[in-house]
């Protein structure tokens, strides 16, 4: 039995299709391309709904050479990224702030 | 240009199960992880073609004799992978590939965190949970550790044996229970089935401990479970998660 | 275990080219001159997204199209479904090195619905269920060049690839076919859409390989 069987298992079980998304922590290695610490164990505030999490509770949406990372609970685009040929292209506009232990 | 990558040479391969296999990786620079984290690993084609994927570290430095420039991956092959048939089957002791991280603040769990600890593992999700049982393990930590474990099959199962070795270690005490959905062991009481919200509660550290979760697998399974936890009056703040998508994601 | 999906073609990465592992081959076909440059045939069909899957039932679907004037022409899903239907069969390329070859679709070319609209605009933003969006300009949506696809390989187009519907405009990259599509805004000038706005390129020709800015 494959591995893919045992998720659609599970998913069958738990209802829900997958989602398509993963934690905030799955990018923590692309953001290690621009940031000197680690940003997924920093707390961040929504711009749009105000909710305060770690960067790692926030939803990823991997995007190819890219990410999408949404607040978990207004569903609204936090920050994204793409990565190019010698660049990375960086919004974070979706967060009002961010809180990182140095 | 991206300084973040390294080289990293393959010193040692062992098979976990049919599909899954430990690779060792000796990272020049490396000085140690925290137990929980993870690697992007790159693989480039002879024509340039390049994959990248993330794979949690298995080890923790100075359990088994793991070097402090050295880490662990556990890899499961999945059918229609694109890097995981060739790490299981192709990559040998002496070849190489790059590695960027460790990285991950956040799923992970460091000796100074005296608390109860609660893992739970779907599947291959027991990698990064692995790493924290170590690393309890080689510090000598108190803290209390359990782990539910579901898996398919008895076979199925990785670290059976170190596990259950583990679990006997009265300096650091580790509790295992595992949840066999397809195939139960021979003389099992419960017959194999899917865990439920009423098994977790029975198997898990109680909210009144105020546990740490740490919970891992694919995503739907993630996503019930953490779930049933929060409903049974956990903290959501004192779940973390680490998902590692479900149906459809490719790898 | 593994998460995400990242894989480039070589031209992209020369700056950055990573040492071989010995053995590994991914698992694409190159050599094809239906294949654009930097990009790598596959037999899969890798989902992209940048949010949810949304649910749209067919009910509460529907297609617009607005103009300079604030006028929207719209469809409905019985109305989009009478209008002629066209059977597609193209090649697709994604801007994160796969193209699929020979896909089979079925839908309304724009050509059609554009009969309908009245506009001296010459660009377009296509809105998606969801928030994405994404620009085109209107040349490249016309003569034969687009549609809105509702079908895939003979079946109803799956949500996390699109469905009910989605924009499909396969001589550019294609995150400019808008999954989800809801509508199409006519604008004065080219304006750039939910990626455009950090780092793709305006425009997406595959065969320049304009990816980026």
Redesign the interface.
């Known amino acids: 039995m494959t591995d893919q069987n045992e998720h659609a298992e599970q998913a069958e079980q738990a209802g829900p299709a997958d989602p398509g998304y993963l934690d905030g922590n799955a990018a923590a290695g692309f953001l290690s391309e621009i940031f000197a610490v680690d940003v997924t164990a920093a707390r961040g505030r929504c711009a749009h709904c105000g909710d305060e999490n770690v960067v790692a509770a926030a939803r990823l949406y991997p995007h190819g050479t890219g990410m999408v990372l949404r607040c978990a609970v207004c569903g609204e685009v936090l920050a994204r990224a793409t990565e190019m040929e010698d660049s990375v292209c960086l919004d974070l506009s979706g967060l009002a702030w961010l809180q990182v232990r140095i | 240009m991206s300084t973040v990558w390294r080289v990293a040479d393959v010193v040692d391969v062992r098979a976990e199960t049919p599909s899954a296999r430990t690779i060792r990786l000796r990272i020049p620079g490396l000085h140690g992880h925290l137990a929980g984290q993870h690697v992007d690993v790159r693989l480039t084609a002879p024509d340039g073609y390049q994959a990248v994927r993330s794979y949690s570290i298995a080890s923790a430095t100075g359990a088994n004799g793991v070097a402090e420039d050295e880490l662990e991956l556990t890899v499961e092959e999945l059918p229609d992978g694109e890097m995981s048939p060739y790490l299981v089957h192709g990559l040998m002791v002496g070849g190489q590939l790059e590695v960027r991280g460790p990285v991950g603040g956040w799923f992970v769990w460091r000796p100074t965190d005296t608390g109860p600890v609660q893992l739970i593992a779907g599947g291959s999700g027991v990698v990064p949970l692995m790493s924290m049982a170590r690393a309890h393990a080689a510090s000598g930590s108190a803290a209390p550790f359990r782990l539910l474990y579901s898996v398919r099959t008895p076979e199925s199962g990785f670290y059976r044996d170190e596990l259950e070795h583990l679990s006997r270690d009265a300096a650091a005490p580790l509790a295992v229970d595992y949840v066999y959905t397809r195939t139960a062991p021979a003389g099992a009481v419960t017959p194999p089935g899917r865990l439920t919200a009423e098994a977790l509660s029975a198997a898990v550290v109680p909210a009144a401990e105020s546990p740490t979760f740490y919970l891992c697998g694919a995503t739907p399974f993630v996503e019930t479970v953490s779930g049933w936890l929060v409903d049974a009056g956990h903290a959501p703040e004192r779940i973390r998660t680490e998902r590692y998508g479900g149906i459809g994601g490719a790898s | ?28 076909r ?1 050599d094809d001159p239906r294949v654009p440059p930097g990009q ?1 045939a596959t037999d ?1 069909f ?8 949304p649910r749209i039932s067919k009910e509460d679907w529907a297609f617009t199209i607005t103009n300079e004037t604030g006028d929207v022409r719209r469809w409905s899903w019985s109305e989009f479904l009478a209008l002629p239907q066209e059977d597609v069969s193209t090649d697709i390329h ?4 796969w193209s699929k070859l020979a896909t089979s679709w079925r839908g309304v070319a724009l050509d059609t619905l554009f009969a309908e609209v009245d506009s001296t605009f010459e660009y377009t933003m296509a809105h998606s269920y969801g928030g994405y969006t994404t620009n085109v300009p209107l040349a490249d949506l016309l003569d034969g060049k687009a549609w809105i696809a509702h079908s895939f390989d003979g079946e109803d187009l799956a949500p ?1 690839h699109g469905g009910p519907a989605r924009l499909l405009v396969p001589h550019l990259y294609f995150w400019k076919s808008a999954k989800w599509v809801s509508g199409l805004q006519m604008l004065p000038q080219d304006q750039p859409g ?2 455009e ?4 390129n305006m425009y997406g020709d595959p065969w320049k390989e304009q ?3």
């Open positions: 275990m593994p998460r995400g999906l990242v894989s480039r073609g070589p031209t992209q990465y020369a700056s950055r080219m990573g040492i071989v592992s010995s053995g590994f081959l991914g698992r694409r190159t790598y899969g890798p989902v992209l997204s940048a949010g949810p899957t994604c801007v994160t090195s996390e939910f990626w706005q950090n780092g793709y990816r980026y800015w």
